[in-house]
């Protein structure tokens, strides 16, 4: 059986089109006002300004209800280099004593931002008294997005599928059966 031409071109087009949505979809997540490290910690991209407190920089981690979570590794990096990794406590707080004024990362299962710290008497008034992340339930539960959507991004299973939708009508036109 000899399909027409032009359905070979539509299945081909069809195929190349339905196979590189999921790419389109997965590059367009990272392109929104926040970028995201990984599938799911968003990386602020304004500085914002906090208050040292008796020279502590202070913070919490809180999930969607404002609840604190407990025991939660909080990451505090100063030019790309790691100062502390601390732990939060019962109520979802953390404090880094003896910090100086400066420019720090924070990292946390919430989010990953970058602050400006200051000393009680030079900040600005819309600085803020501490750091509060709120934690995304898929990253605390360990969760990922769709091992489906995963696999339709992979480069090499597109390319194979790809290959296969031009590939199978070719043989199937080239058919010398003759039946007639």
Do not use: C
């Amino acid at each position: 059986m000899k399909l027409p031409k032009f359905l070979h071109f539509g299945l081909v087009a069809w195929m190349s089109i339905s196979l590189t949505t999921p790419v389109g979809l997965a590059q367009d997540a990272v392109t929104s006002p926040t970028t995201t490290a990984g599938n799911s910690i968003p990386i602020e991209r304004t500085v914002q300004d906090v208050q040292l407190k008796e020279e502590a920089l202070r913070g919490a981690l809180v999930d969607k209800a404002g609840n604190g979570v407990e025991d939660a590794p909080v990451v505090i990096g100063q030019k790309g280099k790691l100062i502390k990794e601390l732990r939060t406590d019962s109520e979802g707080r953390w404090q880094l004593a003896n910090v100086e004024p400066g420019v720090y990362q924070v990292i946390s299962h919430g989010s990953a931002a970058v602050y400006r710290v200051w000393s009680a008497e030079n900040a600005p008034k819309n600085a803020k008294a501490g750091i509060i992340h709120q934690v995304d339930p898929e990253v605390a539960r360990g969760g990922g997005p769709n091992p489906l959507l995963n696999a339709l991004t992979n480069p090499i299973l597109i390319a194979l599928l790809i290959a296969a939708a031009i590939a199978i009508p070719l043989a199937l036109d080239d058919d010398d059966d003759d039946a007639s």
